[in-house]
């Protein structure tokens, strides 16, 4: 079953920014938009594996650093003429903390 | 009731029907199409451009969800009909929608041909016709494999093309002698060729596939010839069948394709077919504009109006190659009643042939030039009498009126029936009687309505120069919003900034209407860059998340999301002791890769995010700077080593190029900015063309600008000379922070100087000596705030903290000690 899994304290998130996460041999991006609210994602691009980590943050969805691809960041779905998904992982912030379900 | 069409394709020429039909007749129809495709209506001849990179998927959408919705068009995309049912007037879907139907289009298109060959059957042998085939190419691609593209026609060239373009070893076979047989004959073949082979692509002629080998997947492909390859793709591009087999099911006549008449209708009056799967008079026709000529008289049967019906079309070809020009049309050939009249210079790579029968133009070819295509197309098709034009003819029709004039003295000098864009069929008149009774003031309005230049986009440029000419002045104020989010285009963008105060690019969102909240990637970093263009990094903190990746982080971002690091190199002047610091730097980093770039610099790849701060570190406690190989800004000054040690050399260009650099380095600008300084006219430097190229001669230095070595070569426009260095300085500042102010975001100078022309620029720096010494003066007030190492500040700031992962252990995350690594 899944859990909550504790990340890191919310503000070490930059605003409209990400951090990965290492979680054995996954890779989750986790972002924050302009809200404060966070997303975690798969950190590969269903394109060309492309780290989403490293895109724009626009709204509640992210622009893929290699080719342009803008993904949902609550679905994981490409959007536009694109079609393709990548994971989600649910999250959570409680006491000024983030977590996610792994 | 609305009478209802089911259209089956989603493709190109079932909606360009229904786009022909809304023109005609809005709201006749209830309107459902099936695509066996999961994605809205995208141009299939621009594949090349996707699979090569140049595209992105979202550029090829023809028709957006808007457009469906608009129309109020049902879409099942990822739907197939699998059957016809036509005594009921019926259709079937594989997902079990069974739909009534007054009127049915078949649009269903061609299937790639595969000839049976051993091996044919295994997993990744493709052919090259839909984004799926494009996507599989692009998944199985990879730098130790070779592909193999089998047929060069069309298809097969702009296959390994947009294959080659990755870097990828591409062999191409071909079973005759001369690629592109069918369009073009040997020596257009051949200059194409070679032409081709530069890109990579290595050809194989009079050669076919003996077998493919492989478990369950390619693993091996053995040619005629005796030769093995180790390969994990096969494409085929070797012909297409018209997709008939719905139309044979329901007993509707068929036999190459689906028997049309005039109007495009089958045997069964209420059924029509259009496109690649039709026949009509004996024809099937695999190319975008015949099918689009179809397109209209099938709308007008579908409106219920008259019309004389369609009589079959001339074929003309274009290759979708960036850096190719060619064409051929009709009979290129010839025979032995013919006569031709060529113009051949291997050496530039031009190649002009007209076959002529009894005066008349009956064939073209044209490799390397172009322009005249549709002027000698049109000869062509109106069977004009030439033999006043034969001498020369071939020199094309601005060598006719003695005037060799360019780009816009041609295309008024077009007339009005003049064919413009091929692939739609839309003449010269049909543009300009658009635009002014339209009231048309955008290319992209222009697009739309009159179609030119929509399908493959190699005729943009003169549709351009009709609306330029068309509209004259009025034409600098028009707008197109520069992405989905906005209606505004840079210069209002720009004027807006101007007159009013903003904090943050949010604040210039909501004042012009913005449709998003946070913008996207195309204009967000434009606002960012316009602000800080205005206020300098000293009133305007640059917005890091508005800006692109590799200026955010400071380096490049690499295929594998690691980064590239290149330090500043001045003037690429280096030390042994830099050379060894820097070597030291790359061995306790354990950078696997390690490159001399164009710009005189060493290049480390293949760093992790992780590294950079601590890499950083050691470059900045060695001297180093960030040589912001990753900015919108200033690159590299590029140097010869001029009259230090060059015995031609004229001036100290080495020390030039790195007092240059000394000024100009830390410089933001719309996008990158190269610069060049060469000791003496042989321009070892390369020079001529980069965004400022600086020449020696004995008696001072000669300035160029806006050159370019990208896609497309642009050798820059003389500037003028100057006799001291100081004045060297003054100019390159005051052209810097002239084009870093009137330029827009990610327009490079070659675009920009063609855009607003050199005289423009020239009036206001050369001519007005007091706008060049305030241009001058800016400049300077804004390198006080933008010469600051961007490693070093964001090592100080704590901007790096970010760049490492947070790493958990799964065995200890019950308890979680989220631990991060520093």
Redesign the interface.
């Known amino acids: 079953m899944a859990s909550w899994t504790k990340i890191t304290e919310v503000e070490h998130i930059p605003s409209m920014g990400s951090r990965v996460v290492h979680y054995g041999e996954i890779e989750i991006a986790i972002f924050k938009t302009r809200d404060g609210s966070i997303f975690a994602i798969n950190n590969e691009c269903p394109h060309k594996q492309g780290k989403l980590s490293e895109g724009l943050i626009h709204g509640t969805n992210v622009t893929c650093p290699m080719h342009n691809w803008d993904i949902d960041l609550k679905s994981g779905e490409a959007l536009g003429g694109d079609s393709g998904c990548t994971n989600v992982y649910e999250s959570k912030i409680e006491n000024d903390t983030v977590f996610i379900s792994l | 009731m609305k009478e209802k069409l089911i259209v089956i394709g989603n493709g190109m020429s079932g909606l360009r029907v229904l786009e022909d039909l809304f023109d005609i007749q809005k709201d006749k129809y209830d309107i459902t199409i099936f695509g066996e495709e999961?994605?809205?209506n995208?141009n299939r001849i621009m594949l090349s451009y996707l699979l090569s990179?140049e595209k992105?998927?979202?550029d090829?959408?023809i028709n957006h969800q808007s457009w469906y919705d608009e129309h109020h068009i049902t879409l099942h995309k990822g739907d197939k009909v699998i059957k016809i049912n036509k005594e009921d007037k019926k259709v079937i879907s594989k997902n079990g929608k069974e739909l009534p139907y007054d009127k049915l289009l078949i649009a269903t298109g061609s299937n790639s041909f595969i000839p049976h060959t051993i091996g044919s059957d295994l997993e990744n042998v493709i052919g090259f016709r839909t984004k799926l085939d494009s996507d599989t190419i692009?998944?199985l691609i990879s730098k130790d494999k070779t592909a193999v593209v089998v047929g060069g026609g069309l298809l097969g060239l702009e296959a390994a093309y947009g294959i080659a373009m990755h870097g990828i070893k591409t062999i191409l076979v071909h079973r005759s002698g001369s690629i592109m047989s069918q369009q073009l004959d040997r020596t257009g073949g051949r200059l194409l060729q070679k032409n081709l082979e530069s890109y990579g692509i290595e050809f194989k002629l009079n050669t076919t596939i003996k077998k493919i080998e492989g478990k369950s997947k390619v693993e091996s492909v053995t040619f005629t010839n005796g030769q093995t390859v180790e390969s994990n793709i096969v494409v085929f591009a070797t012909g297409i069948t018209p997709n008939t087999a719905l139309a044979i099911e329901a007993g509707l006549d068929t036999k190459k394709g689906i028997l049309v008449n005039d109007h495009l209708q089958t045997s069964d009056e209420n059924i029509f077919a259009i496109g690649e799967c039709a026949e009509h008079n004996g024809n099937t026709y695999g190319l975008v504009a015949p099918l689009y000529e179809q397109a209209k008289f099938c709308a007008k049967k579908l409106a219920g109006k008259d019309s004389d019906g369609y009589t079959g079309s001339t074929l003309s070809t274009r290759l979708k190659i960036s850096g190719v020009d060619l064409f051929s049309a009709g009979d290129y050939l010839g025979d032995e009643t013919t006569e031709e009249l060529i113009l051949l210079d291997e050496k530039v790579g031009v190649y002009k042939k007209l076959v002529i029968y009894q005066d008349k133009i009956i064939g073209i070819v044209l490799y390397g030039d172009t322009a005249d295509a549709s002027w000698y197309l049109k000869l062509l098709k109106e069977h004009t009498d030439i033999s006043d034009l034969r001498t020369k003819i071939l020199f094309g029709k601005s060598a006719l009126s003695g005037d060799a004039g360019h780009g816009g003295d041609d295309i008024s000098a077009m007339e009005d029936d003049e064919e413009i864009c091929g692939c739609n069929g839309v003449t010269k008149g049909c543009v300009t009687k658009a635009i002014k009774e339209q009231d048309l003031k955008t290319l992209g309005d222009v697009k739309q309505c009159t179609k030119a230049g929509a399908s493959c986009g190699s005729c943009l440029g003169v549709v351009e120069q009709i609306l330029v000419n068309t509209l004259g002045d009025e034409y600098n104020d028009t707008v197109e919003g520069i992405c989905d989010c906005c209606d505004v285009g840079h210069k209002e963008i720009k004027e807006c900034i101007d007159t009013n105060d903003f904090d943050n690019v949010y604040d210039v969102f909501k004042k012009l209407d913005w449709k998003?909240?946070?913008?996207?990637?195309k204009c967000?970093?434009a606002i960012n860059y316009y602000l800080l263009v205005k206020y300098n990094d000293t009133k305007y903190k640059n917005d890091k998340?508005?800006a692109?990746?590799n200026d955010r982080?400071f380096a490049n971002?690499q295929?594998d999301?690691t980064y590239s690091v290149v330090p500043r190199i001045w003037g690429g002047l280096t030390s042994p002791q830099e050379l060894k610091d820097m070597a030291d730097i790359a061995v306790k980093y354990d950078v696997p890769t390690v490159k001399f770039t164009g710009g005189q610099r060493l290049d480390m790849l293949g760093v992790r995010?992780e590294q950079l701060e601590p890499m950083w570190k050691d470059l900045n406690d060695a001297g180093f700077v960030s040589g912001q190989a990753y900015a919108k800004g200033l690159r590299t000054v590029k140097t010869c080593v001029g009259n230090q040690w060059c015995r031609f050399g004229t001036q100290d260009s080495m020390q030039m190029g790195v007092d240059i650099e000394k000024m100009t380095w830390g410089s933001w600008t719309p996008h990158k900015f190269k610069i060049a300084v060469s000791g003496c006219p042989r321009n070892c430097a390369e020079a001529t063309i980069k965004d400022i190229g600086v020449i020696a001669v004995d008696s001072g230095w000669e300035i160029h600008i806006a050159g370019n070595g990208g896609i497309k070569v642009r050798v820059t426009d003389f500037f003028t000379k100057v006799e001291t260095d100081e004045e060297l300085f003054h100019y390159i500042k005051a052209i810097m922070q002239f084009y870093r102010e009137d330029a827009y975001y990610l327009e490079r100078t070659a675009h920009w100087v063609e855009r607003v022309g050199l005289e423009y620029v020239k009036d206001a720096l050369l001519k007005d000596k007091a706008n060049l010494d305030a241009c001058a003066k800016r400049f300077d007030i804004s390198q006080e705030s933008a010469q600051v190492d961007p490693w070093e500040q964001s090592r100080k700031d704590g901007f790096t903290k970010?760049f490492s992962?947070?790493?958990?252990?799964?065995e200890n995350?019950?308890s979680?000690e989220?631990k991060?690594r520093v």
């Open positions: 999961p994605h809205l995208y990179g992105t998927f979202e090829t959408i692009l998944d998003t909240d946070d913008g996207c990637i967000r970093p998340r508005s692109l990746i982080v971002i295929k999301g995010k970010e992962p947070i790493v958990i252990a799964p995350s019950e979680f989220a991060e």
